[in-house]
């Protein structure tokens, strides 16, 4: 050994093979858990979508029974947003969401009813069933 620490004037490092074995680990490991990642990803924007789904409906229920008058619930053209006749601000559904909504909206009366709808929100390719309740004005979620 010399003074300097090194022995048979090798230089301290990594070789070749060793950066490709640590290389080979970092993809596998990457591998596993971008699947993961990418589905509770999915998950996170399948519920802030029934979340805004279910506030839009409650919003709109609410409205209607306040003003004694019929509030519409519709989809912009864009299928982006929730919009209501109430004037009440849009609200915006997460990016990868979709709805199936009735082109001209659903119907909330001064009353409490509405008109039933069973209609679906989709993500990425998961797909979670719902129910407008006609007499409570309400949105059930299936399993």
């Known amino acids: 050994m010399s003074e300097t620490g090194r022995t048979g004037g090798h230089e301290a490092g990594q070789t070749l093979l060793e950066m490709l074995v640590a290389l080979a680990i ?3 490991v990457v591998g596993i858990a971008a ?3 990418g589905h509770l990803l999915a998950r996170r924007t399948m519920v802030e979508a029934q979340g805004t789904l279910a506030i839009g409906v409650a919003q709109a229920h609410a409205d209607a029974i306040a003003r004694a008058s019929a509030v519409r619930l519709t989809i912009a053209p864009q299928g982006d947003r929730l919009m209501t006749s109430a004037g009440r601000p849009d609200r915006r559904l997460p990016a990868g969401a979709s709805l199936d909504w009735p082109p001209d909206g659903v119907v909330f009366y001064g009353d ?3 008109s039933t709808w069973d209609g679906a929100i989709h993500v990425a390719a998961k797909t979670r ?3 407008l309740d006609a ?3 309400r949105l059930d979620f299936g399993a």
Do not use: Q
């Open 112 to 114: 409490g009813t509405t």
């Open 35 to 37: 699947p993961v990642i």
């Open 129 to 131: 069933r719902f129910h």
């Open 135 to 137: 007499t409570r004005g």
């Open 26 to 28: 970092m993809t596998l």
